[in-house]
């Protein structure tokens, strides 16, 4: 049976302070060598939502239409500029889902700076990640239960709780956030993933909830594959992990 | 569509550079015994291990590495790894039990025991390792660059594993494995992207070593990402195990 296999959570931007590649054509060899389908991309870092999201949509997705699927930001720090960005970023620049990175921006995932970016997502349905943490990369911006309210004010949209809030601790929380809500899914990639963690954050959320993401270009896409396809649950789960589940999250699996 | 293996194995034999085997203090952790590491090795497909004690690395070195030896009685496929704290421990005795046990690596936790990785304090420990041609591992966040390049700029007959290093420490780390060549890089949390080819561009394949970090990480990651690099064979090869016999000295 194939596989098809949807990478989550990917980067662009050549991030000087790591060293790392800006080059989607590079991107499209590593994930050809991981066996990733398609990626969705997004350009969080940049100090201007709207040059990023132009990044997103010009360099990555209008190059390699089959292989990426952008993704939009938008800073809490410009609220009056989110929501006409959210509006070019979706109905012109045609991304197809929202990151949110908290901690970047060192405002917490519950600051009401951000209730109009997720009013406006919810009104259409719009898959929202974010950054999630607890433990050994806490910051406290991003603690999982923290989704808790938000995912139960904001119904009509899905959460995806990024790196699964990062170490044991968080893991726990995240999977605590995942059984209250079923709109709340997990992502995968982290640097601090025991071994079974995979196994842990499937029994715990269920094999419908959990999404594989590599976060590339700081951790390679073939490294992340293989957390998933080692771990000890079933090739079924390992499938809806891979991919399944994220072409029901973005709407691809008509 | 998806070209992944999902029941994946090494392809070939495999020795883990990098396990620690035992309970720690501060948590619970996921796989804390013997059979456990086995039946974990056995699902990825890996021989044998280096494994040390997390007990010994954290608190004490004198129990910690008694328990290990304990603990691996009897189980060839784990080949044990003595942690040492130079600053409060006798080099004779020590030096006594690796002997006797047929010891061949050592590893120096200089940030949670306290001391400055200077040739004042482990100067004759080194000297010792070199003469014996036993290697040591140090984890990179336990000691700092400039340190790290001058002990092994000093002791160039010492071979030297970085373990543990992660994309954070990428933008030094290349330049100080090309800079300092008795060194080698143990590369469990070498995951960021491209890794593995750009190691290969700077300093080949003979000072790369697997290891994946178990239990705090998942034995099978980089172990799948190096099988999926284009590597040689012989390189596949020396990079999972023939670079850590040769270092070992059990070639």
Redesign the interface.
């Known amino acids: 049976m194939?596989?098809?296999?949807i990478d989550f959570h990917t980067h662009s931007g050549r991030w000087g302070?790591?060293?790392?590649?800006d080059d989607p054509k590079?991107y499209v060899e590593?994930m050809?060598?991981?066996?990733?389908?398609r990626a969705n991309i997004n350009c969080i870092f940049h100090s201007d939502a709207s040059k990023g999201n132009n990044i997103v949509a010009e360099r990555f997705v209008s190059q390699y239409p089959d292989r990426f699927i952008g993704v939009a930001f938008v800073t809490p720090h410009y609220p009056e500029e989110a929501i006409p960005e959210l509006e070019r970023a979706f109905n012109t620049l045609n991304l197809r889902s929202l990151k949110v990175y908290p901690t970047y921006y060192g405002k917490p995932i519950d600051d009401p700076g951000y209730f109009p970016i997720f009013e406006w997502c919810n009104d259409r349905g719009i898959t929202l990640m974010s950054h999630s943490s607890h433990g050994p990369a806490d910051d406290g911006l991003t603690i999982p239960t923290s989704f808790i309210p938000l995912a139960q004010k904001y119904t009509n949209m899905n959460w995806v709780l990024a790196h699964s809030g990062n170490g044991?601790p968080g893991q726990e929380l995240a999977v605590e956030a995942a059984q209250a809500c079923p709109n709340i899914y997990l992502e995968t990639c982290s640097?601090f993933?025991?071994?079974?963690?995979?196994d842990f954050l499937v029994e715990g959320a269920g094999e419908d909830r959990v999404l594989f993401g590599s976060d590339?270009?700081?951790?390679?896409?073939?490294?992340?594959?293989?957390?998933i396809?080692?771990?000890?649950i079933s090739?079924q789960a390992?499938?809806k992990v891979?991919?399944l589940n994220a072409l029901k999250v973005l709407g691809l699996d008509d | 569509m998806g070209n992944v293996d999902l029941n994946f194995k090494s392809a070939v034999p495999t020795f883990d550079a990098n396990v620690a085997l035992g309970r720690r203090h501060d948590r619970r952790v996921v796989v804390s015994t013997t059979e456990g590491l086995i039946e974990a090795m056995d699902g990825s497909g890996i021989e044998r291990a280096v494994v040390y004690s997390p007990y010994a690395a954290h608190f004490d070195t004198v129990e910690g590495n008694e328990q290990l030896l304990d603990m691996i009685k009897g189980q060839p496929r784990l080949v044990p790894q003595l942690v040492a704290n130079p600053a409060v421990e006798d080099l004779d005795t020590f030096a006594a039990q690796v002997e006797s046990l047929g010891v061949r690596s050592i590893r120096f936790h200089p940030d949670e025991h306290k001391y400055p990785l200077r040739d004042w304090v482990v100067g004759s420990w080194l000297e010792w390792m070199e003469s014996e041609g036993i290697p040591l591992w140090i984890p990179v966040a336990e000691t700092d660059p400039v340190t790290l390049h001058d002990i092994a700029a000093g002791h160039p007959g010492l071979s030297i594993v970085l373990t543990e290093t992660h994309y954070s420490q990428v933008p030094w780390a290349i330049p100080f494995l090309k800079s300092v060549s008795n060194t080698s890089v143990e590369v469990s949390r070498w995951v960021i992207a491209d890794g593995v080819q750009r190691l290969m561009g700077a300093i080949g394949a003979e000072r790369i070593l697997f290891g994946s970090r178990f239990p705090d990480s998942s034995m099978g990651n980089q172990l799948y990402n190096l099988h999926r690099n284009d590597l040689s064979d012989n390189n596949l090869a020396a990079i999972c195990a023939g670079n850590l016999d040769r270092l070992l000295g059990l070639e």
């Open positions: 194939e596989t098809p296999v302070n790591t060293a790392v590649f590079r590593i050809d060598a991981a066996g990733v389908d044991r640097s993933a025991d071994h079974k963690t995979i590339m270009p700081l951790m390679d896409a073939r490294a992340m594959v293989g957390r396809v080692t771990s000890g090739d390992k499938r891979l991919g």
